[in-house]
C-alpha cells in the first residue's frame, strides 16, 4: 500500500459526503463521530469533516493528519480482499483530536469501526 492516500481512495465531492451523512450509519466517539455508507468498490474511501469550530487552520490541519494515518493504517484498498462489504467513511473530528494521544485516538476509531462493523459483514 503506498504512503499517500490517493483520489482513489478519498472521498471528493460534496455530493459523495452527502451521500454518506443522509443515508449511512452514525457512531458517536469520544474524539469524532463516523458516519459510514457501503459502496460498489473495492476499497474503503475516507472523507473528513474538520470545521472551523476545530480551531485555526494549523489545528484543523493537524486532525485531518492524524485521522488519514488512523484509516491509512486499516489498509482500504483490500477491503474486497479480507471479506468485508467496502465503506464510504465520513469522519467528523472533534476539538479533542488535534491534542489527543494518539494511542487513544486509535482505541476511539477502533471502536467506533468495530461498531459499525456489525452492518460491515457479509
Known amino acids: 500500500?503506498?504512503?499517500r492516500l490517493g483520489p482513489g481512495v478519498r472521498l471528493r465531492a460534496r455530493s459523495e459526503f452527502?451521500?454518506?451523512?443522509k443515508h449511512g450509519r452514525r457512531v458517536a466517539a469520544k474524539y469524532m463521530t463516523v458516519l459510514a455508507l457501503p459502496n460498489s468498490l473495492?476499497?474503503?474511501r475516507l472523507g473528513i469533516i474538520a470545521s472551523r469550530r476545530l480551531g485555526n487552520a494549523v489545528t484543523r490541519n493537524r486532525a485531518k493528519r492524524r485521522i488519514r494515518e488512523l484509516f491509512r493504517h486499516q489498509h482500504p484498498d483490500t477491503?474486497?480482499?479480507?471479506?468485508v462489504?467496502?465503506?464510504?467513511?465520513v469522519v467528523v473530528a472533534r476539538?479533542?483530536?488535534a491534542s489527543a494521544d494518539f494511542e487513544a485516538l486509535t482505541a476511539d476509531f477502533?471502536?467506533?469501526l468495530?461498531?459499525?462493523d456489525r452492518a460491515r459483514r457479509r
Open 1 to 3: 500500500m503506498s504512503l
Open 18 to 21: 452527502a451521500l454518506v451523512q
Open 42 to 44: 473495492d476499497r474503503d
Open 79 to 83: 477491503a474486497a480482499e479480507r471479506g
Open 85 to 89: 462489504t467496502p465503506l464510504d467513511v
Open 95 to 97: 476539538r479533542e483530536v
Open 110 to 112: 477502533h471502536g467506533a
Open 114 to 116: 468495530g461498531r459499525l
